[in-house]
């Protein structure tokens, strides 16, 4: 018997915060971007890294066609496949109320993709009871995405589950989740619910880079870059990084950025730097934010821009930089 899950889908009013992170997660689920290299990328402890392309979901409007035929005959797949398509706009109209409605429809006839993308879309709002209810449907059925998003909440609930964490991120581990790789990793880093253990970490951070993860190439980076727990190698971090910045890791593109600016671990390049830079600061970093303003108002990587210069020192002083807004003055003056 399926579930009653009516009570946790309340109305939403999808526009002013389905732009942001549930829809960014939702949207994982029809990309499921992996990057395919020519050559290995070298990892701590655990051989070469060698990620497969996983396809992505049909998303042309024959895709469409037969998602929506399927969707009318109450087909729970077809239902979820063609809300996702609405959701991003790839192969059909973008349409955040219908996306939601075929989700809905889908989840009530427990379709676990469907439960987790809905559990992933209230996680977001304010419905964070529905999102857990939604999330463990989805995870009884031993849908891994779900037993990884649980997971996270456990991890990060007041107080910690420990237990319950472990046990839910190790199924969905055992299915090759990506994300349950990258926050057992965690776990085994600071010796929270299992042991302290190093090796492991950096084991698990890379299967989860492996497995398409784009935060995990980022701490393996910043590791290697801050010698922490392996030797400092600056070219280690840079090829790590690469791989979290192709990703859309904005915290990689961001250090990656800096690299490039400082010649550490790759060429000099300025103009790549400000390519990296204005990938990252789209996510508001200030500091970034401020770094790519000096290199407009300069010229440097960049064709002189005074205006777009003004336009980062401000982003930057919203955030409270040092020394924004006497750049801001000083470009002013010009």
């Known amino acids: 018997m399926v579930p009653n899950i009516a009570k946790y889908l309340p109305k939403l009013n999808a526009p002013k915060w389905m732009l942001g992170v549930g829809w960014a997660v939702v949207t994982t689920l029809l990309t499921n971007v992996a990057l395919q290299r020519d050559d290995p990328e070298p990892q701590p402890g655990c051989g070469p890294i060698r990620v497969e392309t996983r396809p992505p979901l ?22 979820h496949n063609l809300a996702l398509m609405h959701a991003t706009g790839r192969g059909a109209p973008q349409d955040y109320a219908e996306a939601i409605r075929l989700h809905r429809l889908a989840a009530e006839q427990g379709y676990a993709p469907a439960q987790f993308s809905l559990g992933a879309l209230f996680r977001n709002s304010r419905e964070g009871s529905g999102a857990i209810h939604l999330y463990r449907l989805a995870a009884e059925q031993g849908y891994a995405p779900a037993q990884a998003a649980l997971g996270s909440i456990y991890v990060n609930s007041e107080p910690p589950d420990y237990t319950e964490a472990v046990r839910v991120l190790r199924l969905a581990a055992d299915q090759d989740d990506a994300r349950a790789h990258r926050i057992l990793a965690s776990l085994y880093s600071r ?17 989860a880079t492996e497995l398409g993860d784009a935060f995990a190439p980022y701490i393996l980076g910043s590791m290697y870059a801050e010698g922490r727990r392996v030797p400092r190698d600056d070219g280690e971090a840079a090829r790590f990084l690469h791989l979290a910045a192709d990703r859309g890791e904005a915290l990689a593109q961001a250090q990656l950025g ?11 390049d300025d103009a790549e730097a400000a390519r990296l830079y204005r ?8 500091d970034i934010a401020f770094r790519l303003g000096t290199m407009y108002e300069t010229g440097r990587g960049v064709p ?17 930089v040092r020394g924004s807004a006497a750049a801001i003055r000083r470009v002013g003056q010009h």
């Open 191 to 207: 010796g929270d619910g299992v042991p302290l253990d190093l090796a492991m970490s950096i084991r698990l951070n890379c299967r």
């Open 279 to 286: 990938l990252a600061v789209r996510t508001g970093f200030g």
């Open 58 to 79: 049909y998303h042309d409007a024959e895709a469409a066609r037969r998602f929506r035929a399927a969707a009318g005959q109450g087909d729970p797949e077809g239902q």
């Open 304 to 320: 002189p821009d005074e205006s777009e210069a003004v336009r980062l020192y401000r982003i930057a002083a919203a955030q409270g």
């Open 258 to 268: 800096r690299m490039y600016e400082d010649g550490r671990g790759v060429p000099q």
